[in-house]
Structures are given as C-alpha cells and as structure tokens.
C-alpha cells in the first residue's frame, strides 16, 4: 500500500510567508494531479509555541545564527508556524478531501523537529510510523518544503524504518535550491528514488 506524506504545506512556508520557501505555492497544483493515485494522504504541520526554541527571538539574537542547545545545533529561524495562527495553517488552495491525518511536530517549546518522525533529538515519535504500520504502508512518497530540512529528514527517517521511499522532486521546493539539489542527492544516495510527478501519473 502506497502513502503520500505532504510536509509542511503551511501559510508561513509560501511566497509572503513568514519563513518563505521560494516558489513553495508551485508544489500545489502537482499535488493534486499526484493525489487521486494514492490509498492514502497524510499531512504534517510544523506547529509551534510561541517563544519556541527554534525563534531568533526567543533568544534575542538574528536569524540564520546557531546556537547550542542541551548540546545540540539549533540554527535560528524567523517566527514561524505558531500553534492556531493563520501562519500555521495548511494552504488554503489545497484539497483536504484525501488528507485521512495531521501529524504535527516542533510542538515541544524546548525542542525543534524537522523530521515528521521524531525530534531532532529522537526523543519522541510523531505517531507517524504507527500510524502507516497499523494501515500496512510499506511504500512512501513524499513532496513538499523544506526540501533540505523537512523533507530531508523525514526522508531519512523513512528509510531508517524500512519503508519503500520516493520523492516527488517537482512536488518539493527549498529555501536555497543550491542545498536543495544537494539533499536530494542526499536522499538517494541513502536508498530513496527521486521521481517525477509525471511518472506516477504514467506508471500508477
Ligand atoms: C522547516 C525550518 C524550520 C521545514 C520547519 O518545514 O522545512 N524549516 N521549521
Ligand atoms: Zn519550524
């Protein structure tokens, strides 16, 4: 059985948003051509606290620096992505119809979370692979933003578990294109297949 994980497709992750990934609103009419070809649709939201870890501002410093946190790398971002906030919410162009659960990660204040698997720390689960286990997903596809944060790490997550992974390159987007292409290559290089929207349309 086959999913398709969309990650992140929030107000504050498109053109205008709070943490713009450039061309991120392209990636929509891909998914819903892509979308009819799946059992199942599964959706994440990166969904933080405000004054969360992850802000430059929780800390009064300027985003793009680093810091150490419990001995861990947090590169700093704008404000972004607040629990219950219009910034936070899916994409108002895109069809929930097919989406069957959210799963929502970076909600602990103290921790961020790229992957939609874990915490950056590998602390805690999501629930997001129980969930596909208890449906019997052994085959994921994923598309989204950011290619080489989110998607990155959820994709290496992925394969740690054992699943069957693609990613639909032209349905993802990332901040700089340059390390986009870059975690792509990552990607396969670790055991996923890069495809083409337009190849699921031919060979499902
Ligand atoms: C993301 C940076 C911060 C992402 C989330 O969805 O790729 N990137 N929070
Ligand atoms: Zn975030």
Redesign the pocket.
Known sequence: MKALIL??L?ND?MPGGA?A?PQADEVIPVIHQVMPHFEHVVA?Q?W?PPHHV?FASTHGKRVGERIQIEGQEQ?L?PD??IQNTLGADLVKGLNREKIEAIFH??ADPHI???SAFFDNARQRQTGLAVYLQKQGVKVLFFA??????????SVLDALKFGFSVSVIWDACRA?DPHRGDVALQQMQKRGASLIDSSAIERSF
């Open positions: 990650i992140d929030q992750f943490l990934v994440t990166d933080h992850s590169l971002w972004h992505c990660k970076g961020d979370s790229y989204g933003v950011a290619t080489e944060y989110c998607v990155l790490y901040i």
